[in-house]
T-cell receptor
Framework: GENVEQHPSTLSVQEGDSAVIKCTYS??????FPWYKQELGKRPQLIID?????GEKKDQRIAVTLNKTAKHFSLHITETQPEDSAVYFC??????????FGPGTRLSVLP | KAGVTQTPRYLIKTRGQQVTLSCSPI?????VSWYQQTPGQGLQFLFE???????NKGNFPGRFSGRQFSNSRSEMNVSTLELGDSALYLC??????????????FGPGTRLTVT
């Protein structure tokens, strides 16, 4: 079955700096890769996703890149703000299969 | 459009008891997945229901079961509760599940405490 690894487990950056979180997956059949942000005491919220026919996707300060050959994808947050502090989860899935989540990255943005 | 709802939001049970949790998906969504979240353990997949059928199942013991009704509402049941079952149980719905059309949205979760 699918296995998703995520690094780093914790990340601290200064406000205004960029943050990068990386995930790898094992199943070449996976073709959908969402990223979720979970603030303390709240539900995970989808922030961006990418499908395997696209190499990069941007949404304002957030971008995701996908390298199908290497089976890894990354979340990039630019100009970080204190409200970006949260736990971020990556996930992978194939059609008809369940989502497999990475273990999460706790991002702290220091003012 | 109303979001995913879960009831109850909080629950305290005693070891050995059983519990039933409910999830109402977004209207039109046919896939409902359940996850267990514990501190430091991330999101552990329990099972997914699609059109009233269990389509995928995670690595949890048989004490964990679920079902889905014709209106896509789903319930999960945990029998013979153990202390280790204390967790936040999240359900999530999507149009088709997996990599199908549409994103997966989470409910607020049910916080289960087993004493």
């Amino acid at each position: 079955g699918e296995n998703v690894e995520q690094h780093p487990s914790t990340l601290s950056v200064q406000e205004g700096d960029s943050a990068v979180i990386k995930c790898t997956y094992s199943d070449s059949a996976s073709n959908y890769f969402p990223w979720y942000k979970q603030e303390l005491g709240k539900r995970p919220q989808l922030i961006i996703d990418i499908r395997s026919n696209v190499g990069e996707k941007k949404d304002q300060r957030i971008a995701v890149t996908l390298n199908k050959t290497a089976k890894h994808f990354s979340l990039h947050i630019t100009e970080t703000q204190p409200e970006d502090s949260a736990v971020y989860f990556c996930a992978a899935s194939a059609l008809g299969q369940n989502f497999v989540f990475g273990p999460g990255t706790r991002l702290s943005v220091l003012p | 459009k109303a979001g995913v709802t879960q009831t109850p939001r909080y629950l305290i049970k005693t070891r050995g008891q059983q519990v039933t949790l409910s999830c109402s998906p977004i209207s039109g969504h046919r896939s409902v997945s359940w996850y267990q979240q514990t501190p430091g353990q991330g999101l552990q997949f329990l099972f997914e229901y699609f059109s009233e059928t269990q389509r995928n199942k995670g690595n949890f013991p048989g004490r964990f079961s679920g079902r889905q009704f014709s209106n896509s509402r789903s319930e999960m049941n945990v029998s013979t509760l153990e202390l280790g079952d204390s967790a936040l149980y999240l359900c999530a719905s999507s149009l088709e599940g997996g990599a199908g059309d549409g994103e997966q949205y989470f409910g607020p979760g049910t916080r289960l405490t087993v004493t």
